[in-house]
């Protein structure tokens, strides 16, 4: 185990709570209804269901949550699909070199595809042993570990395979876009 100093970013407090934040109302999931979707520069796209979503294979992955307004939440046990799986299904493009992720309203955020393809980049649905609750992103969102939390968007329907990096919604009200809480990457 690091010693708790070195794992807390710059200008960073650790919290036990762990707090809710987001924009907009936590949508209504109906697992008959919802779906997930991998499009764009890729060679077979794909739309699963929710079951098949959790018929992927399974990792866990423990990691700390840094929030751009200041607080980190340590230790937390994440369950789902890393996105290496996601890759191989869908067979990106030569040309494919960010991805757009879009969850439910109007939230988006992208990252670079090699970033992703860190192995602590994990698509979630359970979280310290239970199923993932609506308020901190059921059924299934994304966490990013290395980037501040705003790269973890909740509410996940869609990745989208870009050749050039489009900004999020808080990428485009201010906030970095390549988001490193180590090195305090903030605002743009
Ligand atoms: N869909 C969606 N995802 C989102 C957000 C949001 O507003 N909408 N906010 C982000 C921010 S700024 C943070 S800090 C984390 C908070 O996650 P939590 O509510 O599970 O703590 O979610 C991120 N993912
Ligand atoms: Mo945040």
């Known amino acids: 185990m690091i010693e708790e100093k070195h794992r807390i970013p710059p200008n960073q407090r650790v919290t036990s709570k762990f707090p809710v934040l987001h924009v907009g109302p936590i949508p209504k999931f109906d697992s008959e209804k919802w779906d997930f979707r991998v ?27 840094h929030c751009v307004t200041g607080w980190s939440k340590l230790d937390n046990k994440w369950e789902g699909v890393v996105f290496q799986t996601v890759f191989e299904l869908v067979k990106p493009l030569k040309n494919a070199k960010y991805v757009m992720v879009e969850a439910e309203g109007d939230y988006t955020t992208s990252l670079p595809l090699a970033e992703l393809l860190d192995n602590d980049a994990l698509l ?3 979280l310290n042993g239970k199923l993932l609750e609506p308020r901190h992103g059921g059924p299934l969102r994304l ?16 990745l ?29």
């Open 39 to 65: 499009k764009g520069l890729v060679k077979t796209p794909v739309r699963l269901t929710y079951e098949e979503v959790l018929n992927l294979p399974k990792t866990v992955s423990v990691s700390d949550f």
């Open 124 to 126: 979630a649905y359970r």
């Open 143 to 158: 966490v990013v570990p290395k980037k501040y939390a705003y790269k973890s968007a909740k509410w996940v329907r869609k």
């Open 160 to 188: 989208r395979f870009t050749a050039k990096q489009e900004l999020g919604y808080w990428e485009k009200r201010g906030y970095s876009n390549t988001a490193d809480p180590w090195k305090e990457q903030r605002y743009a």
